[in-house]
């Protein structure tokens, strides 16, 4: 098998199951590898880091995906991600990603950390009436999706009522975030995002008549004031910022877990000295990242890693294989949460590092030490069920056997103190 094709086995059902050992062949040509006709695929976590952080190397913009699928327009679901800040670039990028900053800045976020801590016991506290037979329940369902959907809903203000509406519609506009879509594929997706679009079309006319304390109110003000926020990007940026908001996290979390109940040993620690979970989260991150990949094109001729890239080069960061990068992480596919040295790229770098990023380590800190107190005889309880995806890497089905429940005595949050062997 040879370079191409190695690449190519990452889009196979095997591959977006368990693409590390795909990783580590591409690994062996390089850190920078061509992988077909104008396309490098990047597994060095330098590497990446650099090309992230790259001015000359921008996300994908129209006229490169005019080359690829002349009629994107027509969709939906692509025009929306393209709209959004999730795929411009400067100066574009940088005032939209502005007028949603201040929602999410370390102060606001500090500030829900009684609001998620107080969700997690909510949940838990269900999880447990529904199993309180011993029925094993999915924790997906019951947790890992409804705890940061509440957060981010609460942070941009849509009802309680209608969260149980965007699971689906969610996970089928995300497809157009994989690197290969089939024509049926991205009609589900299409009809996601017309779903989304059309739920938060009257969601803004609401806020026009009634303005409340919430990101939306804001965004459709800035919108409203001048020419700071059009309206397609009004519209494209709250599909973004709702969807983004709990998939990555969603992920994180059964990820997190999964790998947790596999290392009982390191789960206990994490039971025992709370104020470790920043390290624990890092460490979750970068072992099995939620995020795989993301893509870019080079504005410019590049040298990274030995490797020339010419211009209007495509790359494909794989963001999970430079987070195993043993260059950077010693014995990389072991699961060690006392590492001297963390930063992975789960969330990226450079101008687009997730505007959410903060918000979502502060979920799955509060989260995981939450579970473990509450719930120690916690349990994997079958075969779980992995999403057919790749860029997103998660979990469709989750069972868990709860055991006994302890009650919630105390939210103390994880301190944030630095990693230290307990």
């Given at each position: 098998?040879?370079?191409?094709?190695?690449?190519?086995?990452?889009?196979?059902?095997?591959?977006?199951?368990?693409?590390?050992?795909?990783?580590?062949?591409?690994?062996?040509?390089?850190?920078?590898?061509?992988?077909?006709?104008?396309?490098?695929?990047?597994?060095?976590?330098?590497?990446?880091?650099?090309?992230?952080?790259?001015?000359?190397?921008?996300?994908?913009?129209?006229?490169?995906?005019?080359?690829?699928?002349?009629?994107?327009?027509?969709?939906?679901?692509?025009?929306?991600?393209?709209?959004?800040?999730?795929?411009?670039?400067?100066?574009?990028?940088?005032?939209?990603?502005?007028?949603?900053?201040?929602?999410?800045?370390?102060?606001?976020?500090?500030?829900?950390?009684?609001?998620?801590?107080?969700?997690?016991?909510?949940?838990?506290?269900?999880?447990?009436?529904?199993?309180?037979?011993?029925?094993?329940?999915?924790?997906?369902?019951?947790?890992?999706?409804?705890?940061?959907?509440?957060?981010?809903?609460?942070?941009?203000?849509?009802?309680?009522?209608?969260?149980?509406?965007?699971?689906?519609?969610?996970?089928?506009?995300?497809?157009?975030?994989?690197?290969?879509?089939?024509?049926?594929?991205?009609?589900?997706?299409?009809?996601?995002?017309?779903?989304?679009?059309?739920?938060?079309?009257?969601?803004?006319?609401?806020?026009?008549?009634?303005?409340?304390?919430?990101?939306?109110?804001?965004?459709?003000?800035?919108?409203?004031?001048?020419?700071?926020?059009?309206?397609?990007?009004?519209?494209?940026?709250?599909?973004?910022?709702?969807?983004?908001?709990?998939?990555?996290?969603?992920?994180?979390?059964?990820?997190?877990?999964?790998?947790?109940?596999?290392?009982?040993?390191?789960?206990?620690?994490?039971?025992?000295?709370?104020?470790?979970?920043?390290?624990?989260?890092?460490?979750?991150?970068?072992?099995?990242?939620?995020?795989?990949?993301?893509?870019?094109?080079?504005?410019?001729?590049?040298?990274?890693?030995?490797?020339?890239?010419?211009?209007?080069?495509?790359i494909v960061l794989l963001l999970g294989a430079a987070n195993r990068d043993p260059r950077r992480y010693p014995h990389p596919e072991r699961f060690d949460p006392w590492r001297a040295q963390l930063n992975p790229l789960a969330f990226g770098a450079g101008p687009h590092y997730c505007l959410g990023a903060g918000l979502a380590r502060l979920e799955a800190q509060i989260a995981?030490?939450?579970?473990?107190?509450?719930?120690?005889?916690?349990?994997?309880?079958?075969?779980?069920?992995?999403?057919?995806?790749?860029?997103?890497?998660?979990?469709?089905?989750?069972?868990?056997?709860?055991?006994?429940?302890?009650?919630?005595?105390?939210?103390?949050?994880?301190?944030?103190?630095?990693?230290?062997?307990?």
């Amino acid at each position: 098998m040879d370079v191409a094709e190695t690449f190519a086995s990452l889009m196979s059902p095997e591959g977006r199951v368990d693409p590390y050992p795909t990783y580590e062949r591409l690994r062996a040509y390089g850190p920078v590898v061509q992988v077909g006709p104008g396309t490098y695929a990047v597994t060095g976590h330098a590497e990446a880091a650099e090309l992230l952080r790259d001015p000359h190397v921008r996300v994908l913009e129209g006229d490169v995906r005019d080359a690829v699928m002349p009629d994107w327009r027509n969709s939906p679901a692509l025009s929306s991600i393209a709209r959004s800040m999730l795929r411009t670039n400067a100066p574009d990028h940088g005032r939209m990603r502005r007028l949603a900053a201040g929602a999410f800045t370390p102060r606001r976020i500090a500030d829900l950390r009684e609001v998620v801590a107080a969700e997690a016991d909510l949940l838990i506290d269900a999880m447990a009436a529904a199993s309180r037979d011993g029925t094993p329940v999915d924790f997906m369902a019951e947790f890992a999706y409804p705890l940061p959907l509440r957060v981010i809903c609460e942070l941009l203000g849509v009802p309680a009522v209608d969260r149980p509406l965007f699971r689906r519609w969610a996970a089928d506009l995300t497809g157009v975030l994989e690197p290969e879509i089939t024509e049926a594929e991205l009609a589900v997706a299409d009809a996601g995002a017309t779903e989304l679009r059309g739920y938060f079309t009257e969601l803004v006319a609401a806020r026009r008549r009634e303005p409340g304390d919430d990101l939306i109110t804001a965004l459709v003000q800035a919108h409203d004031a001048g020419e700071r926020l059009s309206g397609e990007e009004l519209l494209s940026n709250l599909v973004i910022l709702l969807v983004a908001g709990f998939e990555t996290t969603t992920n994180l979390l059964g990820n997190g877990l999964t790998v947790l109940l596999a290392h009982p040993q390191a789960a206990d620690a994490l039971r025992r000295y709370p104020e470790h979970a920043p390290a624990y989260v890092d460490e979750l991150l970068r072992y099995d990242s939620p995020v795989q990949l993301t893509t870019r094109a080079s504005g410019a001729a590049l040298v990274v890693g030995g490797i020339q890239l010419p211009a209007g080069s495509w790359i494909v960061l794989l963001l999970g294989a430079a987070n195993r990068d043993p260059r950077r992480y010693p014995h990389p596919e072991r699961f060690d949460p006392w590492r001297a040295q963390l930063n992975p790229l789960a969330f990226g770098a450079g101008p687009h590092y997730c505007l959410g990023a903060g918000l979502a380590r502060l979920e799955a800190q509060i989260a995981f030490v939450t579970l473990l107190r509450r719930l120690p005889e916690l349990a994997a309880a079958g075969m779980p069920r992995r999403r057919d995806r790749l860029t997103l890497r998660g979990y469709d089905n989750l069972p868990v056997a709860l055991g006994a429940l302890a009650p919630a005595t105390d939210r103390d949050a994880p301190a944030g103190t630095a990693p230290g062997t307990p």
